[in-house]
């Protein structure tokens, strides 16, 4: 199972990022390590609806201007950064 998925989400108000991680537990840790980009507007941890869904995801704002694509690229890449240094510190 993957650490994580990542989805674009377009709505017409303002296009968002989701991330979902099999571990529930990291969801606080993961918010704080995207709070570093400066490209995020916001991270808010909500609850996920919908059936075969994790029970939380972490929704990504973006600041104006800023192409989504590239950043959900950024911030996947640095998530599995992230998670690699951690399963090499285990």
């Known amino acids: 199972?993957?650490?994580f998925r990542s989805e674009?989400?377009?709505s017409p108000s303002h296009p968002t990022i989701k991330i979902f991680l099999s571990d529930e537990t990291l969801v606080p840790r993961i918010k704080k390590h995207l709070d570093h980009f400066s490209d995020i507007e916001l991270t808010e941890i909500r609850e996920s609806?919908?059936?075969?869904?994790?029970?939380e995801n972490i929704?990504?704002?973006?600041?104006?201007?800023?192409d989504i694509d590239k950043?959900?690229?950024s911030i996947d890449s640095s998530l599995w950064w992230?998670?690699?240094e951690d399963l090499v510190d285990e």
């Open 82 to 84: 992230y998670f690699e």
């Open 49 to 55: 609806h919908g059936q075969n869904r994790e029970v």
């Open 71 to 73: 950043m959900k690229s």
């Open 8 to 10: 674009i989400r377009n």
């Open 1 to 3: 199972m993957l650490p």
């Open 59 to 66: 929704t990504i704002y973006l600041k104006d201007h800023v």
